[in-house]
């Protein structure tokens, strides 16, 4: 069974410019999360998708920060404009609807100079 | 708003010893809580998973155990390799939600 998928691995950017990162879920998990790791910290969850509607997105920054999930299947996560701060590794995990167990990519690490 | 913290936050053992991590949660209300392991570079595994009525999980050498009422979970890993080596997390999920919340993470160093 292929694993959630995750691209680019690695971007380097300069602050104010924008980036986009892609996830490509387990077939059949509805339930798709995107999360941010700031070295040395825990994953904090940005946003939850239940096939493409939203179920959590307090703790998205929303002036600078959107995602969408088309289709139900791959997301898009997208920062406009870049800040220091949100140099991170953004790790999306799937699972089916009310399922315990979060499957996670390896992760996109980016660095915003 | 739950907090979850892991002490201490990074630890370094001789191959063989038993070790102890700790995690720690504010809020008791909680609907389960996992261990995972997080290597460089790569994503998250989970380990152990226990939920809220239960007292510990063991997978091989692993045994992780939780006391809802006084907020902690130990994660007990016997005979210690060095493929151990990793950061450990913990997470709780709230009831009637599915979002995890993490701590900052044990990173674990097994010395041959």
């Known amino acids: 069974e292929a694993g959630v998928a995750q691209s680019p691995r690695y971007k380097i950017i300069e602050k104010r410019q924008s980036v986009a990162f892609w996830c490509n879920p387990i077939s059949g998990h509805a339930t798709l999360y995107w999360y941010q790791q700031i070295l040395g910290q825990g994953p904090k969850l940005l946003i939850q998708?239940?096939?493409?509607?939203?179920?959590?997105d307090s703790q998205l920054p929303k002036d600078r920060f959107s995602a969408e999930r088309l289709k139900g299947v791959d997301s898009t996560l997208k920062i406009q404009p870049a800040k220091l701060e949100d140099s991170a590794v953004y790790l999306c995990?799937?699972?089916?609807?009310?399922?315990?167990?979060?499957?996670f990519g390896p992760g996109t690490r980016l660095t915003v100079l | 708003k739950q907090e979850v913290t892991q002490i201490p936050a990074a630890l370094s053992v001789p191959e063989g010893e038993n070790l102890v991590l700790n995690c720690s949660f504010t809020?008791?209300?909680?609907?389960?809580l996992q261990w995972f392991r997080q290597d460089p570079g790569k994503g998250l595994t989970s380990l152990l998973l226990i939920q809220s009525s239960q007292r510990e999980q063991t997978s091989g050498r692993l045994n992780a155990s939780l006391d809802k009422s006084s907020g902690r979970s130990t994660l007990y890993i016997a005979a210690s390799q060095p493929g151990d080596s990793a950061t450990y997390l913990c997470a709780v999920r709230r009831r009637g939600a599915q979002k995890l919340v993490f701590g900052q993470g044990t990173r674990l160093t097994i010395n041959p």
């Open positions: 995990a799937s699972s089916f609807p009310g399922s315990d167990t979060q499957y």
């Open positions: 998708f239940q096939n493409n509607g939203v179920v959590d």
């Open positions: 809020d008791s209300a909680i609907y389960n």
